[in-house]
């Protein structure tokens, strides 16, 4: 799946992997209030799902036209 996925995509997965993971660890060392961490942690997985969304529109739409020239 990471092949197919064009360098904007990368950027945004890895930028917001990195975020879970820093905030996972603030929460964990009672740094930052859980429920702050929870909604960070909502609006990245928000994002993560939206950028999986994407790329599989343009999947389908790449699929598509396949098949409509055919």
Do not use: C, P, W
């Amino acid at each position: 799946m990471l092949k197919m996925l064009n360098i904007t995509q990368k950027v945004i997965l890895t930028i917001a992997l990195a975020i879970l993971l820093v905030v996972t660890l603030l929460a964990a060392s009672v740094k930052i209030d859980m429920h702050l961490a929870g909604i960070i942690e909502i609006i990245v997985l928000l994002f993560i799902g939206l950028n999986t969304l994407a790329l599989a529109v343009v999947e389908l739409a790449q699929n598509i036209r396949k098949y409509l020239i055919k």
